[in-house]
Structure formats: C-alpha cells, structure tokens
C-alpha cells in the first residue's frame, strides 16, 4: 500500500487500525469519524473501499483503487481451482467440458432477476415441465453445448458462500446495474474472482431504464482493471435487461467464448473429485447434498467423502429431479446416502471402500477437534479474567430482540452500563431471530450475541458452536442487563448443566464398621463414579441427595463400576438405605 501526495491508494476492504495508521491519524479520531459518517466499527473492524474514501476526503485525501495483482498471485497461485484438481491426469485422457459459471455482484443489481430471465429461456426453448427442483444449479442448452450455472446468494452478509461460488466455477458474471454503477459488493465480487483465477465476464443490466449510463460503468470497471473489449481491454461487457430478457442469447454466446479461450476440460475416466454445492436434512429422505462433479464420472453405487460426511450414494437425481445412474464432469447432482450434512464449498471426492471413508473422516474430525480447542471463546464469564490480564479491553454485543419497541430500550440501558472500567459497545442491533449473517459478525468481531424473545436458528447454532461464539437468550430485560453488569464487574458464575452418568438399583443393604451402612447395588445403565454427585429415588421420592463417598467390588475399593456389575455404595452422613432404592449417579458441567 503507498499514498503518492495526496492521493492514496486504498483495498476493496481495510481494518481501521490500518486505515488509520495510513494516514497517520489517531485511530480514536478516526472512529469518531466513521460515527459521524454513520458507520459504527472498532478498531479491528473492516470498512469497504467506499467508505474509506469518504473518511480520507476529511482529511484532504483523495483515494484511489489499489491494485492488488501481486496480493492476488500470491493467494490464490498461479492457476485455478479446477486445473489443480486435474494436475496429475493424463493429458491425452483430457476432454472439453461444459464451463461452470457463477453470477455475483452488488445486491439489488438484478442477480437473481437474471438467472429466471436465463432459466424461463430454456422453458420456453421446449424444456418439458421446467424446472422441477431447486438444488442450487442447473444446466441450459446454447448451440448444442451445455452451461451449468451455479445459482449463489450473492449479499454482502454471505462473504463465505460468494466466495465458494467463484471458487467452484470456471467463469464468473459479474452483474453491474447500467443506472447504479460499481458498488461495494461488486469490489468484493472482483476480489474473489480474481482471487480465485476466474475470468471476468461483465453483464451491463437493466440498459433499458432511461437514467442508465454504460460509459460511467465502463469507465468504473477500466480503473479496477476491468477494460472493456470495445475499449481496447479484455473484458468481455454484454449490455442486457434482465426485466426485459434482452441481451440473454449474447450473453450466452459470450460465456462460450470466453470457455473456449479458456481450454476447460476435464478427464471423465479420472479420479472423481468435485465440490459440494448446498446440503440439507430433509424428514423423509435423510441428508441430500448438491455436488458439482468437476473431474471424473460419479455413479450410483460410489463411496464419497466430503469434508467430514462420508457414505455410499443410494440415489442421484438431475437439476429437474430426474434420477440418474452417472454425472460426468460440470454436472450437478443431488445425491443421498451422506451420514452427515457436509458443508457448502467442501471439496468431495470418491474413495475405494466404507472403511477408507472412515478413516479419512475420523482423521478429519480429530484435526477440527484441536483446532476447536485452541480457539478461544470469549465468553461473559471469561470476560473479567482476559480485563484483568489485558487480553479484552471492551465487550462487543450484537443485540436481537423481537419488535424495534424491545430493541430500543435495550440499547439505552446497554449503553448505561457501558460507563465503567470496561467498555461496552452495541455493534449491531436488530430485530429478528439469530442467524448466521449474526454469528458470522460477532466471531469476525469477537463479539457475544443476546437475544430477547428471540431464537437462534439451527445453522446459527451450529456455526456458533464452530466458530466459538456465546449466544444468550433471555425472556426478561432486566435479567439480560444484570447478567452483563455482572460479567463486567467480574461476577458472574458460569452455568452448570448435569450431565447424567449412571443408575443403579438396591439389592440389600448391609453393615460395614468402616463405613456405616451400605446399599448393595447392581448396575443397570452407564456407571457409577467415586466422588461424583449421587440422588436416591424410594419410588419417585428423592431420599437422598449428595456425594457418592464410598464404592466398593468384591472387597476392593474402586473408582467406578459399569453397567452389569454388583457394587457396594456408601452415602455421606446417610444411612436410610433399604432395598428397592434406585439411584442416579451425575456429575454437574
């Protein structure tokens, strides 16, 4: 990064504490800043490009797109994903195949508008009963060669999934509306086809309103080294109006062009590997996953690994829900038979045998286990402690509640407590329940996520489990507000669930002089534990409730006993103990 004068040369993103470092400016007074320009960020918090250059204008500084070439070659290598999965095929055994192709760019650009206008073509070309299914790609037909799309969300909150697109695809489209011009999310689109070693296709949409303007757009796109064709560049722009289906065929046809020039192909007889596209739980039939095969021909019958999913596929459907035996090279296909949910962007491949696919995937799980272990979760009853050691200096919220009047009161007293010692800041507050987007913000933010009257939606859950990050639900304002005074006072107690680790039933009760009296018992679930919690049950009465100080086999004394062994138990300070008793041995976590 340089500045030349006063100009300067800023990313597509920058942390603050970069930005501020940049212009040599105190990173406090540049928050502030952010914050009269609306923006609430942290010091460790990232700012597009065009905020950026608001900020810098205040300060007499005019920015400028920062060429990332270098940054680019060296992330990403010098080839793309698909040539590195075909890197050890034969050449000779190499065969064209049909480009895969992903739509990115800025919401409200006309992404979505475009692919229906793309898909109703292919109906009305005489496709019977359309499209039957939605499994996050499909295929259409220009001049007897196929094109499958990849049909990815394309909002600034699903970085992640964007990204995955571009990586599973061959040729990106970049959607820039003719009237808007290039906005924040088209910068990140770039980045991550450029990224990625994708080429760049750019479809110009909705040329038909009246306050459209291509050359402002081209002009946009040629400093971020998107020079148009008709400029004297390479980038291919095909001007279209999703709205109005025009300029679809052109684009097709571009799409095939730019394939050809790209030499794409792929070895139907090869290792198959490929990449998970979009996967569910469905009530009836199990796990159906969306997989993209990219090298080599998946069949029915096939034992696939994908990240740490593994089975043998029972059925493969087509993009119109029609079963099939085989998927070649840039076909997706719905398969079931997976005994988990892989993940979107997991690559898959096929393996010799079941227990092959075992030891990959347990191999896998216990590389994300450490991982797991060594990531820290800030969490409200840690928080005092990292205060203390100098590790957090202020708590980052993100606040969810039911209706705006909830949300708001709330906010008010949130930031009364956050007058202390410790800092406390709202980053984002809204209403709704729990969803990635927010899970995905507070482990980018170190933040913990309260909810009122709210849910966290499964995949929210999940993620959150994944990424180490605290969510907590209340039902009363004031238990939401004392809790996270507590933790900033350093008070709060950690939550203790009981976890169950055994049962037992009393056969007879007899007297040791050491240990007073004794329940004889036999094991009938898990195992008991020496020095663990213990509750005894005289029909569904709890009698007793306390620690387990005694457990005796034979005449050894022993830490714990399974499941079909006979025991002696000794209770503290208890002796009511008569035959029939049953008893629940738990330990509190």
Known sequence: MSSNGNKIELPASIVVRDLAQKIEKSPIDLIKKLMTNGV??????????????????EYGFEAVPEVVEEEVKEEAGEVPLWRQMIAGEDKTHLKARPPVVTILGHVDHGKTSLLDAIRSTEVAAGEAGGITQH????????????????????????????????????????????????????????????????????????????NANPDRVKQQLAELELVPDDWGGSTMVVP?????????????EGILLVADSNDIKANPNGKVIGTVIEAELDKSKGVIATLLVQNGTLESGDVVVAGIAHGKLRAITDFKGKPVKKAGPSTPVAVMGLSDVPSAGDLFEVVESDK?????????????????????????EDLFSKVQTGEAKELNLIVKADVQGSLDPINTELNKLGQGEIGLKVLHAETGNIGNNDVMLAAASKAIIVGFNVQADVDARRMAEKE????????????????????????????FV???????????????????????????????????????????????????????????DVKEIRQGFECGVGFKNFSDIQPGDSLVCYVLE
């Open 240 to 252: 279209v109006s999703a709205k109005m289906k025009q300029g679809i065929d052109d684009l097709l």
């Open 135 to 210: 499994i996050g790609a499909y295929q259409i037909e220009m001049k007897g060669r196929l094109i499958t799309f990849l049909d990815t969300p394309g909002h600034a909150a699903f970085t992640q999934m964007r990204a995955r697109g571009a990586q599973g695809a061959d040729i990106v489209v970049l959607v820039v509306a003719a009237d808007d011009g290039v906005m924040p999310q088209t910068r990140e689109a770039i980045a991550h086809a450029k990224a990625a070693r994708v080429p760049i296709l750019v479809a110009l949409n909705k040329v038909d309103k009246p």
């Open 40 to 57: 609430m960020a942290t010091i460790n918090q990232a700012v597009d490009y065009d905020t950026a250059a608001i900020v810098v204008a």
């Open 468 to 495: 180490g990050v605290d969510i907590r639900l209340y039902e009363i304002i004031y238990r939401m507000t004392e809790d996270i005074e507590k933790a900033l006072m350093g008070m709060l107690e950690p939550d």
């Open 498 to 556: 009981e976890k169950t680790l055994g049962k037992a039933t009393v056969l007879q009760v007899f007297t040791a002089s050491k240990f007073g009296r004794v329940a004889g018992c036999r094991v009938t679930e898990g195992e008991l534990r020496r020095g663990a919690k213990v509750r005894l049950y005289r029909n569904s009465d709890i009698v007793y409730e306390g620690d387990l100080s005694s457990l005796r086999h034979e005449k050894e």
């Open 356 to 380: 092959e696919a075992r030891a990959i995937v347990g191999e896998r799980q216990e590389t994300l286990k450490s991982q797991a272990q060594s990531r820290k979760k800030l969490s409200l």
